[in-house]
């Protein structure tokens, strides 16, 4: 069963056009990578969408931003 790792936190900027991402730079740095093909070497991250849809309505402040980690 995978289990989650918070890695940092998702909100609204300040002028609300956009989202901001904060990511905890340790947090990041030990994350689970995966390579393609062509050698690029990514970070699968996670957030869940009906939060993300509250913080666009203004519903909610923040919600996190995980990774899943099996």
Not at 35 to 46: A, F, H, M
């Amino acid at each position: 069963m995978a289990e989650s790792k918070l890695i940092g936190y998702v909100r609204k900027s300040k002028g609300g056009c956009a989202l901001k991402l904060s990511i905890d730079a340790k947090a990041f740095s030990e994350a689970e990578r995966f390579s393609t093909k062509d050698g690029r070497e990514y970070v699968q991250l996670i957030s869940n969408i009906p939060k993300i849809e509250e913080i666009i309505s203004g519903d909610r402040e923040v919600t996190s931003i995980c990774q899943l980690v099996e």
